[in-house]
């Protein structure tokens, strides 16, 4: 079992940005990858970054270029750093663990993040 806490979310101005956090307990030890989902009212949960133990990195499109994904594996924490953050990135922000391909999620209760001036 992994238990994992997001923090860091919140209220940002168009073109500002945020840095959120996610801790890992339990099981930590064979996480292998971990990263951040998000969520908009009324679609569904999409990737936003994902990085592997080794610091394999993936990220989806629409944030190449702004948001930055790391990992400090000694305290079981992810971390992404939103920059030049736009009204269309607002979404409730989940972390997320594996243990390996095909193996089970874990999700945190999710941050909420919003842009709006």
């Known amino acids: 079992q992994v238990q994992l806490v997001e923090s860091g979310g919140g209220l940002v101005q168009p073109g500002g940005s945020l840095r959120l956090s996610c801790s890992a307990s339990g099981s930590i030890f064979t996480i292998y990858t971990m990263g951040w989902y998000c969520q908009a009212p009324g679609k569904q949960r999409e990737l936003v970054a994902t990085i592997s133990r080794g610091g394999r990195t993936t990220y989806a499109d629409s944030v190449k270029g702004r948001f930055t994904i790391s ?12 920059n030049s953050l736009k009204p269309e990135d607002a979404a409730v922000y989940y972390c997320y663990a594996d243990h390996g391909i095909g193996t089970r999620a874990y999700w945190g209760q999710g941050t909420q993040v919003t842009v709006s001036s």
């Not at 990992?71 to 939103?82: G, I």
């Open 71 to 82: 990992r400090d594996n000694a305290k079981s924490k992810v971390y992404l750093q939103m």
